[in-house]
């Protein structure tokens, strides 16, 4: 029986074979390596990355999609939101080799933005991430400074991976087609990220771009002045003009 594509969970199922074998070279899966696949929807990425890993693990919110891929049996298959996934503790099975895990997925754009939060969370214990995602959220993921698309989430992410756009995908090449461009990113956790305390980088930022056409002297300034901020920091800037690592120095000084 034919899947709808249900628009509350957000479902728009790849179907283009040769994006998804660019795709799946990209992400470049070996044999025994552990991997999570959010969203797999109708398989068309999992089966060509299970055939390379010889197992995967995969996270499925819809109830219909999830029984149709417990009957794989090279799946381990975790119904459930992914927004409530402890990715620190989801199992290995005994063929995959020791490590960390990479996350791969067709995230639901309606989501995508707390999904990336929520990993942020979990990033000690991962390896890589390959995404599709609206083009317009990738570019502001890996915008720079002075950019009209550069903003909370440039600074959120930046902070801790490397990320790079590694793939345009159009409309066309799902069903039901979206009404958006789409593309992948390839995100790599920096090794030695600014240590620092995440929520307060993340309260500083999103005081920092809410009022992102204004001096930082009306929005960021108050706060720090608030907060009994001695240190210099130039606050006759929009928040747009502040490189990544001027916010994260600026969090490790605040208290």
Same mark, same amino acid.
């Given at each position: ?52 890993? $010889?197992? +995967? *693990? =995969? &996270? %499925?919110? #819809? ?6 891929? @417990?009957?794989? $049996?090279? +799946? *381990? =298959? &975790? %119904?459930? #939101? ?6 620190? @503790? ?166």
């Amino acid at each position: 029986m034919k899947h709808i594509a249900r628009k509350r969970f957000g479902q728009h199922f790849l179907s283009d074979g040769g994006i998804i074998d660019a795709i799946v070279r990209a992400i470049a899966p070996q044999p025994g390596q552990r991997m999570v696949e959010i969203g797999p929807g109708l398989a068309a990425l999992t089966q060509p990355l299970v055939e390379r890993l $010889g197992h +995967l *693990t =995969v &996270i %499925e919110l #819809d109830r219909d999609l999830a029984q149709r891929l @417990r009957s794989h $049996g090279q +799946l *381990t =298959v &975790i %119904e459930s #939101d992914v927004l409530r996934v402890d990715f620190s @503790r989801i199992e290995a099975v005994p063929s995959q080799a020791p490590g960390k895990w990479r996350v791969v997925g067709n995230l639901p754009y309606n989501i995508s933005t707390p999904i990336l939060f929520h990993l942020l969370d979990h990033v000690d214990h991962i390896e890589d991430q390959h995404f599709m995602l609206q083009k317009e959220v990738i570019d502001r993921m890996v915008a720079e400074p002075s950019t009209a698309a550069y903003g909370r989430l440039s600074v959120m992410l930046q902070w801790r991976y490397a990320m790079e756009d590694v793939l345009f995908v159009p409309p066309e090449s799902f069903d039901p087609p979206p009404r958006v461009d789409s593309a992948v990113v390839r995100m790599v956790p920096r090794p030695q990220p600014a240590e620092l305390d995440v929520r307060l980088l993340e309260e500083l930022v999103q005081v920092a771009f809410s009022q992102r056409r204004k001096l930082l002297r009306h929005t960021l300034g108050r706060w720090l002045e608030a907060r009994g901020f001695a240190g210099e920091f130039d606050v006759q800037r929009r928040a747009e003009e502040v490189p990544v690592d001027q916010y994260t120095a600026l969090a490790q000084q605040v208290r």
